[in-house]
């Protein structure tokens, strides 16, 4: 059995019947290098958990980026993919994904494994949580491809966001088991909210490119404004705008703010620690004065985590998951710049 990139994503050849029959160390082995590939944020989330939390995150986490990856790319028929994606989750709840002609996609099998780790490792409760956020994830990626080329109302571009990034934290913290207690729902809600809206500015000018438009009708509307969908050059304008910016930004802040003294009742040192690094991490773009279509977020450290772990993904993760829990404890911006966040969030009046 090997493995081969191809366009539609890395193949299985050949492929079993089942997908279930592919070995499951290799499911958990190839997901995990899969993320490690993309950057330490999408590979570092899976350091975090315990063992089979970690291996079932690991094979969710990157299904949804393969998938994510098959609809961006150009001149494809995204909702076409989707539905067919679709099929598969179906099949493999009913019992496991077939195999057919020989060739198979590894997802598939990701798919399959991660199913089979729900249902054996996860309470009735966890696993109708869990359904119910793939159901969402599944319709935002279905909005956001018949959004291409369209305008969003403020009220689209929100339940867009609630259904894509929210239900992004809450399968995560389901699966990963983090212990939140009850505020878990709202901090899902907060991070959810405030990484959709950086996602929106920082990636606007790719996703302009592949034909979705990150302004909504309103945006438009308070710019005072009039921009054809397909008048590219003055949308890229518009979302370079510091009056847009600065509004958005104030905004980002406040909803991280809220979630960072929410993340201080937490009593779980790692799950508090988790959700501070985070805030820290979304929040630096604004801070450190790159909130700019273009900017990245990063997390400090992580890239020389990774090089200091071991290509076998079964041994990095007993390595990483021991040094990540030390790299959480370390905030990821300096006092100077909390004040100023606090600042900023609490007299929004007195910046220009």
């Not at 077939?98 to 199913?115: K, N």
């Not at 920082?202 to 309103?218: C, H, K, M, V």
Request: proline share 4%; charged share 30%.
């Amino acid at each position: 059995m090997r493995v081969v990139a191809t366009s539609s994503g890395l193949l299985i050849e050949p492929c079993p019947k089942k997908f279930r029959e592919v070995p499951y160390l290799t499911c958990v082995r190839t997901a995990r290098k899969y993320l490690r590939f993309r950057d330490f944020l999408h590979y570092g989330s899976q350091l975090i958990p315990e063992r089979i939390e970690s291996e079932t995150w690991s094979m969710a986490w990157a299904y949804i980026r393969e998938v994510d990856d098959a609809v961006d790319r150009p001149n494809v028929d995204a909702a076409a993919i989707l539905r067919n994606e679709w099929e598969k989750v179906e099949e493999a709840l009913a019992g496991s994904v077939a195999c057919r002609e020989g060739r198979g996609l590894l997802r598939h099998a990701w798919l399959d494994r991660f199913f089979e780790n729900l249902f054996e490792y996860y309470d009735s409760r966890e696993v109708s949580r869990v359904l119910e956020t793939i159901r969402k994830l599944y319709e935002s990626a279905l909005m956001d491809a018949y959004r291409r080329g369209r305008l969003l109302s403020r009220r689209e571009m929100m339940k867009l966001i609630y259904y894509k990034a929210v239900a992004f934290f809450d399968l995560y913290f389901t699966l990963a088991r983090f212990r939140m207690g009850t505020y878990a729902p709202k901090l899902a809600e907060l991070l959810g909210v405030g990484l959709g809206m950086l996602d929106d500015i920082l990636d606007a000018f790719y996703d302009l490119e592949s034909g979705y438009i990150n302004l909504t009708r309103e945006d438009l509307e308070e710019l005072q404004a009039l921009a054809h969908p397909n008048d590219w050059a003055m949308i890229k304008r518009l979302l370079a705008n510091r009056r847009f910016l600065r509004a958005k930004a104030l905004y980002i802040l406040k909803v991280l703010l809220r979630a960072r003294s929410i993340a201080w009742k937490l009593r779980d040192p790692l799950a508090r620690n988790l959700v501070l690094r985070l805030t820290e991490v979304f929040a630096a773009p604004i801070l450190e004065g790159r909130f700019v279509p273009g900017a990245k977020y990063f997390f400090k450290g992580g890239r020389i985590l990774l090089k200091l772990l071991p290509s076998d993904e079964m041994l990095a993760y007993e390595i990483g998951h021991k040094l990540v829990k030390k790299l959480l404890s370390i905030p990821q911006l300096t006092p100077a710049l909390i004040k100023l966040w606090i600042r900023l969030v609490e007299e929004p009046g007195k910046q220009r």
